[in-house]
Nanobody, 120 residues
Framework: QVQLVESGGGLVQFGGSLRLSCAASGSIFGVGVMGWYRQAPGKQRELVATMTSGGTTNYVDSVKGRFSISRDNAKNTVYLQMNSLRPEDTAVYFC??????????????WGQGTQVTVSS
């Protein structure tokens, strides 16, 4: 079974930093785009950042210059370094990845979500 497992998150003060991790596990042939989304209470889920296997990144404007996405292709893991956190960054953060399994079946996977809370 192919799945994503997230770690990190928690409570941090305004201006603080957190690092999220997300690892794809199971019988994996390859991993394509990996990324992070977030959903605040009462709001729709929004893209935060994505990264292709070749290293091309994309960020939502509100996090540019503060968040950095990276990945370790050998470990099928994506990271989100979040600096200068603001209360409006408070949300549940979800990892997403396109994973090709060993049977060459493609999965669009989501992690379980991790809460990030920024206090003012």
């Amino acid at each position: 079974q192919v799945q994503l497992v997230e770690s990190g998150g928690g409570l941090v003060q305004f201006g603080g930093s957190l690092r999220l991790s997300c690892a794809a596990s199971g019988s994996i042939f390859g991993v394509g785009v990996m990324g992070w989304y977030r959903q605040a209470p009462g709001k729709q889920r929004e893209l935060v950042a994505t990264m292709t296997s070749g290293g091309t990144t994309n960020y939502v404007d509100s996090v540019k210059g503060r968040f950095s996405i990276s990945r370790d292709n050998a470990k099928n893991t994506v990271y989100l370094q979040m600096n200068s956190l603001r209360p409006e960054d408070t949300a549940v953060y979800f990892c997403n990845a396109v994973v090709v399994g060993s049977q060459l079946r493609t999965y669009d996977l989501w992690g379980q979500g991790t809460q990030v809370t920024v206090s003012s």
